[in-house]
């Protein structure tokens, strides 16, 4: 019998020799309250993966029922949280310890999404909870009105990270609150209105950023922000152009490319479509180009190399300045820098960040020039809990943490390995189109077939997803026809964790094909 049961009882249980139904399991694990979900799932036993022992013991949950909760989302929440419960059967959290999460029925998730790349140390980790704590007991709030050291000792510790003359800081509580402002500061800095951002990206959920957002799952059909233009998203493996050398990633796409090598013929005409765009759809004087360095919610798609060199020079011709949203791929995430854009071998005008800032705790900021940030003092611009002092200590505990734990260390080692493996899954199956990324900021393409790169259906995407919850792993979604798994977990995941995550991805990849 394997150690862990995770897909059958749902716990972190170490081999005991029982039956996961039996009464004395049933106690012991899951709580009198509990109900097997054996005859639920499509799996025996013997046929789950192992996954990786944990010595974390929740609480037991003694909170209301799944039926009630559920009721309440109906009758008082916005009916948009019944729309994105993500899964046909909703995962019910309870608690959650670095990078696994245990339902109401105890279940416990290998959580590979971190509550939209947003949880970037652990769930509860112990040294953000602890500052946390200490500033609780000292002071849980005051406005920027006042002079308090949590706001600007954290601050300048921010500062210290970003390139020169990257300096000036701006905290927000969300990352749609700090693009919002970026795009504000952008047009009283140039003067200019006219905005470009790429198709497939994502930039928030305000009105304002809406019209940034080019993902029509997060639009409404009502007037937003006016003078956004989306110009074609360089993407290598769906885009009309793309080889086999065009990323800065572990792994390439499986197009031919005769590139000679340095050169890099997709990087080229996708410079030719942007040269279009700037001929054809905006004035002569641009604003600004926003970019994330990889995309996020577009499904964690790459660039060409020096794509992003070349669009900040002509955005930079046409009196614009170039923004860098980090709120996915901030603070070491990438692996191989603390700044995605740094990969790229630029340094942005303004960078704007969130999510993983707090690790789950909301924040957001705007770090730019000091020129440009003068610009704002044209009026009296004011944010109640941005910079908050807990805000504050819980991001300074953060950017600690990063550094003390040799997290980006292990997000460029765990995370190249586990692309490295998905690769092989991708020559393995033919639904496997493309695996991409870099660190801990991974997708995995999903298709019909590798020769037309068409999207795998919504039903068979949902199938695959609802399986894999099902076997204990939590992941995400994306892509423009949401044919993109999404992987971005706690970065303190380790490789037996992937390795149990490869398995169950095999096994339920290969299920799937048999069925079909």
Known sequence: MYKVLSSLSGHCAVSTGQSCCSPSFAKLHLGSGAVCQKSAFKYRPAELPEMPSCNFQPEEYKGMSKERMMEIRRQNCNPMTMKITYYKKPVFIHQGHMQWLWDVDGKRYLDLFAGVA?????????????????????????????????LHEYCEKLASYSPDPLKVVYLTNSGSEANDLAMLMARLYTGNFDIITFR????????????????????YPIATSSGCTHTMCPDVFRGPWGGSHCRDSPVQTIRECSCAQGHCMASGQYIGHLKETFATSVPSQIAAFFAEPIQGMGGAVQYPKNYLKEAYKLVRERGGICIADEVQTGFGRTGSHFWGFQ?????????????????????????????????FAKASHFNTFGGSPVACAVASSVLDTIKEDGTQQNNLHVGTYLMTELAKL???????????????????????????????????????????????????????????????????????????????????????????
């Open 118 to 150: 947003t949880v970037s140390l652990g769930h509860s980790h112990p040294k953000v909870t602890e500052a946390a704590q200490k500033q609780l007991k000292r002071l849980w709030h005051t406005t920027n009105i006042y002079v308090h050291p949590t």
């Open 200 to 219: 497939g990206s994502y930039h928030g959920g305000t009105q304002q950023t809406m019209g940034l957002t080019s993902n029509s799952p997060y639009k």
């Open 343 to 375: 990969g790229h071998d630029v340094i942005p005008d303004m960078v704007t960040m969130a999510k993983g800032i707090g690790n789950g705790f909301p924040m957001g900021a705007v770090v730019t020039t000091p020129d440009i940030a003068a610009s």
């Open 426 to 516: 991708r020559h393995k199956y033919e639904i496997i189109g493309d695996v991409r990324g870099k660190g801990l900021q991974i997708g995995v393409e999903m298709v019909k077939d590798k020769a037309s790169r068409e999207p795998l259906p919504p039903e068979a995407m949902s199938e695959i997803f609802e399986d894999i919850k099902d076997m204990g792993v939590l992941i995400g979604k994306g892509g423009v026809y949401g044919q993109t798994f999404r992987i971005q977990p706690p970065m303190c995941i380790t490789k037996d964790d992937v390795d149990f995550f490869l398995s169950v991805l095999n096994k339920v990849v290969h299920s799937y094909m048999d069925r079909k």
